[in-house]
């Protein structure tokens, strides 16, 4: 098989699941394969997954896929990744887990989070870092294991992340890539090194954290015994890789100016493209690598299709959102002047505050449920919306979204996002950005980096155009919205206090 008729296996390492896609040159899914792992929470705050089981989801979809198109070793260009962010796991020197893999969704570390933020040191590590102070960070976490397990901190040989811990068991060394180091809080965007003031002050060496190269990194070499596993060989190149965020706004064609990514799935995201690290002085907007060239600067938020899942659950009997959603069209924009802040599990951008919580305001007697759903759902926008509107403020205005995300096949979703945002909303027939991405990387790779990345122009999809008069509905509603989440800061942190002792929750 020639190169051009090669095949890459794209692997997405996902909080809930793994799947792997084999991905044609002209960017076709010929084939894909997923296995599902469990979050656990043992204690409250708590969002672990075990190291051991994403490992073998890689194995057993890259061997599945391998088996659905009865491919060879030689059919693959390569293997690339896509990875979710901000994991940690302490490991000894033989490479074991001493930790689960701690997750973004952990939030163990609101105290940590919050001194840092009252001290300074934190906006001052974020000037440097581009990732925001936040339990999600694996700086933070690391504050709270040296604050709360000090002799495991001490003892550690070394503190990686899960796609670290893939390649440690696939050829021996934790090599980190730019894009997920930029996630950590410790990775010095200009100098593209470890941040020695961040690393110094946390008591760390620069061994104890794993040796950084870019996201086009290729190494063979590949454990003989896992290549058989997998149908592989042992020449087969491997490419390091990114994370799922920047890689979604490549695998959907977001990285001219002006046109932004927004991903809602679980959580939910909004990223564009820019040609250096921008920074905000707020310490409000991360701003993660790439390649060289391609930076992504946004925000994201805890809170986005897991919202409208609960309330679902909450307030219809079990019918699903695909017969809920339909009946949404009959509320008008702004819910009859009905806001639900959707802030069920804390919040990441825009307000950077594990303590936040959900609070349905304007409630009145003619309100229905469905006054409610709406509004929740429009709650999760209204938080994309003040993260676009950050993002407005250092000069990345948006002209066009493309969206991802199992919300986009939600065709109210869509048009609620369109006329929230007040551009056009473009959702692309192929739903699998991040593996799409990671494949497009690849070939990027495999070709020495020549010329721009690859955009396939083969997309198609689908256009909501705004609604003038809607987009202004929510333009006016949106400083209501903002006000309410200051009004009730403290009130929030105090109810935090009471759920964490008095009350039973």
Same mark, same amino acid.
């Given at each position: 098989?020639?190169?051009?008729?090669?095949?890459?296996?794209?692997?997405?390492?996902?909080?809930?699941?793994?799947?792997?896609?084999?991905?044609?040159?002209?960017?076709?899914?010929?084939?894909?394969?997923?296995?599902?792992?469990?979050?656990?929470?043992?204690?409250?705050?708590?969002?672990?997954?075990?190291?051991?089981?994403?490992?073998?989801?890689? &194995?057993?979809?890259?061997?599945?896929?391998?088996?659905?198109?009865?491919?060879?070793?030689? *059919?693959?260009?390569?293997?690339?990744?896509?990875?979710?962010?901000?994991?940690?796991?302490?490991?000894?020197?033989?490479?074991?887990?001493?930790?689960?893999?701690?997750?973004?969704?952990?939030?163990?570390?609101?105290?940590?989070?919050?001194?840092?933020?009252?001290?300074?040191?934190?906006? *001052?590590?974020?000037?440097?870092?581009?990732?925001?102070?936040?339990?999600?960070?694996?700086?933070?976490?690391?504050?709270?294991?040296?604050?709360?397990?000090?002799?495991?901190?001490?003892?550690?040989?070394?503190?990686?992340?899960?796609?670290?811990?893939?390649?440690?068991?696939?050829?021996?060394?934790?090599?980190?890539?730019?894009?997920?180091?930029?996630?950590?809080?410790?990775?010095?965007?200009?100098?593209?090194?470890?941040?020695?003031?961040?690393?110094?002050?946390?008591?760390?060496?620069?061994?104890?954290?794993?040796?950084?190269?870019? #996201?086009?990194?290729?190494?063979?070499?590949?454990?003989?015994?896992?290549?058989?596993?997998?149908?592989?060989?042992?020449?087969?190149?491997?490419?390091?890789?990114?994370?799922?965020?920047?890689?979604?706004?490549?695998?959907?064609?977001?990285?001219? *100016?002006?046109?932004?990514? &927004?991903?809602?799935? #679980?959580?939910?995201?909004?990223?564009?493209?820019?040609?250096?690290?921008?920074?905000?002085?707020?310490?409000?907007?991360?701003?993660?690598?790439?390649?060289?060239?391609?930076?992504?600067?946004?925000?994201?938020?805890?809170?986005?299709?897991?919202?409208?899942?609960?309330?679902?659950?909450?307030?219809?009997?079990?019918?699903?959102?695909?017969?809920?959603?339909?009946?949404?069209?009959?509320?008008?924009?702004?819910? *009859?002047?009905?806001?639900?802040?959707?802030?069920?599990?804390?919040?990441?951008?825009?307000?950077?505050?594990?303590?936040?919580?959900? &609070?349905?305001?304007?409630? #009145?007697?003619?309100?229905?449920?469905?006054?409610?759903?709406?509004?929740?759902?429009?709650?999760?926008?209204?938080?994309?919306?003040?993260?676009?509107?950050?993002?407005?403020?250092?000069?990345?205005?948006?002209?066009?979204?493309?969206?991802?995300?199992?919300?986009?096949?939600?065709?109210?979703?869509?048009?609620?996002?369109?006329?929230?945002?007040?551009?056009?909303?473009? &959702?692309?027939?192929?739903?699998?950005?991040?593996?799409?991405?990671?494949?497009?990387?690849?070939?990027?790779?495999?070709?020495?980096?020549?010329?721009?990345?690859?955009?396939?122009?083969?997309?198609?999809?689908?256009?909501?155009?705004?609604?003038?008069?809607?987009?202004?509905?929510?333009?006016?509603?949106?400083?209501?919205?903002?006000?309410?989440?200051?009004?009730?800061?403290?009130?929030?942190?105090?109810?935090?206090?009471?759920?964490?002792? #008095?009350?039973?929750?």
């Amino acid at each position: 098989m020639n190169e051009v008729q090669k095949i890459v296996l794209a692997v997405d390492l996902g909080t809930t699941s793994t799947r792997t896609l084999a991905v044609s040159g002209q960017g076709e899914v010929l084939a894909s394969h997923s296995v599902r792992y469990p979050l656990y929470t043992p204690k409250p705050g708590y969002a672990e997954q075990d190291p051991k089981q994403i490992y073998e989801a890689c &194995v057993t979809t890259i061997a599945a896929v391998m088996e659905q198109g009865d491919w060879q070793a030689d *059919d693959v260009l390569c293997v690339t990744f896509s990875s979710a962010n901000h994991s940690l796991i302490a490991i000894d020197e033989a490479g074991q887990p001493l930790t689960p893999s701690i997750t973004w969704a952990d939030q163990r570390s609101a105290e940590q989070a919050k001194a840092m933020l009252e001290h300074g040191i934190g906006l *001052d590590i974020y000037k440097r870092t581009g990732t925001p102070i936040h339990p999600m960070s694996p700086l933070v976490k690391l504050v709270w294991l040296k604050e709360k397990e000090p002799q495991l901190f001490a003892e550690a040989h070394q503190f990686i992340g899960i796609k670290e811990y893939i390649f440690l068991q696939l050829f021996g060394t934790p090599w980190m890539d730019y894009s997920i180091a930029s996630a950590t809080g410790m990775f010095n965007l200009e100098k593209l090194e470890w941040d020695k003031e961040a690393v110094d002050w946390l008591g760390l060496n620069m061994a104890q954290l794993p040796p950084l190269v870019p #996201t086009t990194f290729k190494v063979t070499g590949l454990k003989e015994e896992i290549a058989e596993q997998m149908h592989l060989s042992t020449t087969t190149p491997f490419v390091l890789g990114a994370q799922d965020g920047v890689l979604a706004n490549l695998g959907i064609g977001a990285l001219e *100016d002006g046109v932004v990514a &927004v991903t809602i799935g #679980t959580s939910s995201a909004v990223r564009a493209c820019t040609n250096k690290p921008t920074f905000d002085e707020e310490g409000r907007l991360f701003c993660y690598a790439l390649t060289e060239g391609y930076w992504l600067v946004g925000g994201s938020s805890n809170n986005g299709a897991i919202v409208a899942e609960w309330a679902a659950e909450q307030w219809f009997n079990g019918e699903s959102l695909s017969e809920i959603l339909p009946r949404l069209s009959e509320i008008s924009p702004g819910a *009859d002047g009905l806001l639900f802040m959707p802030l069920l599990s804390g919040e990441r951008a825009p307000f950077w505050d594990a303590e936040a919580k959900g &609070v349905m305001f304007g409630l #009145t007697l003619a309100h229905t449920k469905q006054h409610m759903m709406r509004a929740a759902l429009e709650g999760v926008l209204f938080q994309l919306l003040a993260i676009v509107s950050m993002m407005e403020e250092k000069g990345t205005v948006a002209k066009q979204i493309r969206a991802s995300g199992g919300f986009a096949r939600s065709p109210l979703w869509c048009q609620m996002m369109a006329d929230m945002l007040g551009v056009a909303v473009f &959702v692309p027939d192929v739903v699998e950005s991040s593996g799409l991405g990671a494949a497009q990387l690849g070939i990027y790779a495999m070709n020495n980096e020549q010329g721009k990345l690859c955009i396939w122009d083969n997309m198609s999809g689908t256009t909501y155009e705004p609604d003038s008069n809607n987009h202004r509905i929510y333009r006016q509603l949106l400083p209501t919205y903002l006000q309410l989440y200051y009004s009730l800061k403290d009130a929030m942190s105090h109810m935090t206090v009471l759920q964490q002792t #008095t009350l039973s929750v």
